[in-house]
């Protein structure tokens, strides 16, 4: 599962749904990889609008990144040459970083999700449906 | 021959055998992504729209289309046997193990658009005590709703068993807030006639690709298309073609051509 995907999943269980604690889950005893995939900086520009920064710092500290700008950066243009290096970074930060193996807390119920192989396992047992 | 929702749950009827042969078979591959270009078309995303939800993504033959076309990509399914195949052939969208019956795991705005390949009829089936469709159906709905930005779109091809399930369909998707209706493809053949359900989450900036469909009149099969709505759907197609031609000159697996002609479509709601 890529970095990106950690900024918008939440737990689906529905008496969670109205929960702020349901969202990011909690990431503990995670593996990673960096995995080289194509650059699409216009793809990033626009995907940061929707990004909830406080959300990546805070995923981003349970996997032992502590190094992050405390902003979210704003109005970035693909096409200005300046950015590039930006982009770059958040290429390889939410594209390229995925987690394989891991847990994910619900910080409302507890529940515990599980990453295996890359896939985390959202299927819930019958009396949380 | 019997539907295979009727044989055993998806993530049974889906094992590592089924799985296998459905994602080897090129009749299959053919048709899927046929239907996936066809679901594209009628989402008609402008060209900044990108992140998109694959509901029932199975090994991926529809989202690999939708990496094809640049677009980055989730793709959810219950079957653990389908999600295997599809990590072995790489893809390259996140793959999740869920069952859509039971909600879509996304904060609010998450997806631009969300499609579905021939599998949201799956949940108008009681497989065991505490599936209950209507209740599934609504959860599903109610959530996906949630999981779109505003003016996200979705577009979903399905096999209905009957009308009952077309309808309970539309109507939980109608409760759940959702606008638009249901497009139905070579509606006079019997094998090849398709159901696309096309909805929107409030107003889109972009509107769904609705040429030649009457959402409001009656049914009329065999009505004629007016020069205008002719020569939209030519451009449509000679883009599509284009763009094909392109993918596969760029040595890309690409459908083969085929005959999306605007006919026959039916309102519903
Ligand atoms: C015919 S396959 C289509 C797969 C893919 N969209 C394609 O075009 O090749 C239908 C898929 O729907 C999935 N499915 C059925 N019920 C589901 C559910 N409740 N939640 C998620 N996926 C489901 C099945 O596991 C199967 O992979
Ligand atoms: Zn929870």
Request: contains cysteine.
């Amino acid at each position: 599962m890529k970095f990106l995907t950690t900024n918008f999943v939440r737990c689906p269980i529905s008496k969670c749904d109205n929960s702020l604690k349901a969202f990011p889950l909690q990431y503990k005893n995670c593996e990673l990889i960096q995995e080289e995939l194509e650059f699409n900086p216009e793809f990033l520009a626009n995907i940061l609008d929707r990004l909830n920064w406080e959300a990546i710092i805070a995923v981003a500290g349970d996997l032992g990144n502590d190094s992050l700008p405390p902003t979210k950066p704003e109005n970035v243009d693909p096409k200005d040459p300046e950015n590039e290096q930006l982009l770059k970074d958040l290429h390889t930060l939410l594209i390229e970083t995925q987690i394989t193996e891991g847990e994910m807390h619900c910080g409302e119920c507890g529940h515990i999700y599980y990453i295996k192989s890359s896939i985390p396992n959202f299927l819930l047992p019958p009396h949380l449906v | 021959m019997s539907r295979p929702e009727q044989l055993a749950p998806p993530e049974v009827f889906y094992n590592e055998d089924e799985s296998q042969k459905y994602t080897a078979s090129t009749r299959v591959q053919h048709i899927q992504a046929k239907m996936t270009f066809r679901a594209l078309e009628l989402l008609n995303l402008s060209p900044t729209e990108h992140f998109i939800l694959d509901i029932g993504c199975g090994s991926g033959l529809s989202g690999e289309i939708l990496t094809e076309e640049g677009y980055q990509w989730v793709g959810m399914d219950i079957s653990p046997s389908m999600l295997a195949v599809a990590l072995n052939r790489e893809v390259e969208g996140d793959l999740f193990l869920s069952d859509m019956g039971t909600g879509i795991p996304f904060r609010p705005g998450t997806f631009d658009a969300a499609i579905s390949i021939s599998a949201i009829q799956w949940l108008c089936n009681a497989d065991t005590a505490n599936n209950d469709p209507k209740t599934r159906l609504k959860r599903f709905f109610n959530t996906l709703y949630g999981s779109l930005k505003r003016g996200g779109k979705f577009v979903a091809q399905f096999y209905p068993a009957n009308d009952e399930q077309l309808t309970s369909i539309t109507s939980a998707a109608k409760v759940a807030g959702f606008g638009g209706g249901v497009v139905i493809d070579d509606q006079d053949s019997k094998k090849n006639k398709k159901y696309y359900l096309v909805l929107t989450a409030g107003q889109a900036e972009n509107q769904v690709n609705l040429n030649g469909v009457d959402m409001k009149g009656t049914e009329r099969p065999g009505k004629k298309l007016t020069r205008k709505q002719k020569k939209d759907e030519e451009t449509k197609k000679t883009y599509i073609m284009r763009k094909k031609e392109l993918n596969r000159r760029r040595g890309k697996h690409v459908a083969n051509d085929s005959k999306f002609t605007g006919r026959t479509r039916r309102p519903k709601f």
